[in-house]
């Protein structure tokens, strides 16, 4: 009995896959070390880790996400009845340094030459995330719509990502940044947190298209809009990330600490740390 009580709790948090370095380097093991907890990560696509939580064939006590839409999924399901913002971020390029290609993003970051022309090269090797299960993979699909619309290029989407769910071009989210670092891949249009957690170059885009800017909402980021095969039409929603504890939470005190702690001054200097930038809006 007295091995019993000194076992560690365990708590379980969910994910959005690119922040595996902030929370299972950072965030988990500084809350676990306070707390006498053993910490657990789950990082996967942000819809697709909403739908398993749902349907109760994934069990967690504390869900992260990035934009609102996968927390109003467990909402809807009874499963959160809030969130709170804790960062937020935008897209930029990412780039391999070890990619056959790097002079030239590097240069594109000077300005010397159009990232877009780059990422155009027939042999580049573009690494992206699936739109129907991962907001950043949708994410990179209305930045390129509204960098066709910004630049005056029609056929940018097209051009570089082919169809909205190319095969040739998805991969897990949580093995997006591995592959970039490995140069298995030349480049991404992902978020900057996970590049600058990850140590990478990027090519930093305008306001207008990074989707990073809410003042740019109306005017801007609602002109996009894109429908996949099976029919969900894509629209810009704020990259913000958003956390809540699960209303099936075997730890349910723990896990409403942990959300506090992201909020805290040590949770958001860890954010701060791993290239995340401050929460912005309300709660959902």
């Known amino acids: 009995m ?39 990560g789950i990082g996967q696509g942000s819809y697709a880790l909403a739908r398993l939580l749902a349907a109760h064939q994934l069990q967690a006590d504390v ?5 609102p839409g996968p927390m109003q999924v467990l909402k809807q399901a009874g499963l959160v009845t809030s969130a709170v913002p804790v960062a937020s971020t935008q897209m930029v390029v990412i780039y391999s340094p070890h ?4 002079a030239d993003f590097a240069a594109a970051s000077r300005g010397e030459k159009k990232w877009y022309d780059v990422l155009s090269e027939k042999s580049l090797r573009l690494g992206r995330t699936d739109p129907a299960v991962d907001p950043q993979g949708a994410n990179m699909l209305l930045t390129l719509q509204l960098a066709a619309d910004y630049y005056h290029q029609p056929d940018l ?4 990502a ?16 591995s592959r970039l670092e490995a140069g298995q891949i030349d480049a991404a249009i992902g978020y900057l947190s996970a590049a600058q957690s990850h140590h990478l170059p990027t090519i930093v885009l305008p306001d207008e298209i990074n989707l990073g800017n809410p003042d740019m909402q109306k005017p801007w980021y609602d002109r996009a809009s894109i429908t996949l095969d099976n029919g969900k039409t894509l ?38 740390e791993h290239g995340y930038s401050p929460p912005r809006g309300n709660g959902l």
């Not at 959005?16 to 988990?28: E, K, P």
């Not at 810009?236 to 723990?254: D, E, I, K, S, T």
């Open 2 to 40: 007295t091995a019993l009580a000194q076992t560690p709790s365990v708590i379980r948090i969910a994910y959005a896959g690119s922040m595996g370095v902030v929370m299972d380097n950072a965030a988990g093991p500084a809350f676990a070390k306070t707390h006498h907890a053993t910490y657990q």
């Open 235 to 272: 629209r810009v929603q704020p990259l913000v990330f958003y956390a809540g504890a699960l209303g099936n939470a075997q730890q349910p005190a723990l896990a409403r600490d942990f959300v506090s702690f992201l909020q805290s001054a040590e949770g958001q200097a860890l954010f701060r």
């Open 63 to 67: 869900f992260v996400t990035i934009t």
């Open 162 to 177: 082919g169809a909205p769910q190319n095969p040739t071009q998805i991969f897990t989210e949580p093995s997006l940044m």
């Open 99 to 102: 990619s056959r290609f790097a």
């Open 157 to 160: 989407l097209k051009t570089i």
